[in-house]
């Protein structure tokens, strides 16, 4: 039932979370050596 969709859900977001943070991460690091 819900807690079925709750894993998925934080299972999809992990990830996602992840990357946004680690982008957001450089950006703040390394303003200059950001090539995307």
Sequence with gaps: GKSKKKLRF????GPLTAVILGTTFMK?????SISV
């Design 28 to 32: 703040l690091s390394h303003p200059s």
């Design 10 to 13: 934080l299972r999809a977001a």
